[in-house]
């Protein structure tokens, strides 16, 4: 180790401070990287999510800038208003396809890719689902918080369905979290633009998953195991 150590009396081990190159700082960096994150999976796994959110946002906003999507037709309210509420839209057009992004980030656990491009598309139904019975409860108080007490329910239970229990589960929650909350905003007349930003953000989340970062689980379990007989002879060293 790098790190002397000094037996005190009281049997504990006192560190002393640090005495060393750059390049010896920099390789202790890159050990206790590695030494919490076994094979960089977290790491792998963060970018995807970031890249997958980055390249959904800026899709999602090339998308509505040449639709249309979700914008009041010119003339329907005052300029103020209309401005107004066509920015809300922009935003709300945007997060759709970031948290679809996100999301598949992480909830996406499949080995093949196959199986996690059946996943990432599945979340976006899911959570469509769930954001239409949002919105079509919404109205109705009561009813409404006990349908999320249902759709909180529904992901904890479907977890025992591995592997894409866990997204479908969470896209429900989220599209039905979204349609209570935004139902006074949105019309059923938009689940098509609705749809189409869902599905920005599950191909974006695609395309940094097998064009930037695929992550290939054999490759990953590898990459433990080389990381784990690092350590073991770093310990005996």
């Not at 598949?104 to 959570?127: H, N």
């Amino acid at each position: 180790m790098r790190w002397p150590l000094k037996e005190a009396d009281d049997d504990f081990l006192i560190h002393y401070p640090w005495v060393g190159t750059p390049r010896a700082w920099l390789r202790d960096a890159v050990d206790r990287l590695v030494g919490a994150d076994p094979g960089l999976n977290q790491l792998r796994t963060a970018l995807v999510g970031t890249f997958g959110v980055a390249v959904a946002l800026g899709s999602a906003y090339l998308f509505v800038k040449q639709t249309g999507a979700m914008q009041l037709p010119a003339g329907s309210a005052p300029a103020p208003a209309l401005g107004a509420a066509d920015h809300a839209m922009f935003v709300v057009s945007m997060l759709f396809a970031g948290m679809v992004a996100m999301f598949s980030g992480f909830a996406v656990q499949d080995r093949t890719g196959r199986g996690q491009v059946l996943s990432t598309l599945l979340l976006p139904v899911t959570m469509l689902t769930g954001l239409v019975l949002g919105m079509l409860i919404g109205p109705y108080h009561v009813l409404s918080l006990a349908f999320l007490v249902v759709v909180m329910a529904v992901p904890v239970y479907v977890r025992r369905f591995p592997t894409r229990g866990f997204g479908a589960g969470l896209g429900l929650f989220l599209g039905a979290f979204l349609g209570y909350f935004l139902h006074a905003k949105l019309a059923l007349g938009n689940i098509g633009w609705i749809a189409a930003e869902f599905g920005i953000g599950a191909l974006g989340s695609m395309l940094a998953r097998f064009a930037i970062a695929r992550m290939n689980r054999e490759r990953a379990l590898a990459r433990i195991s080389r990381s784990q007989r690092s350590g073991r002879g770093g310990c005996s060293s």
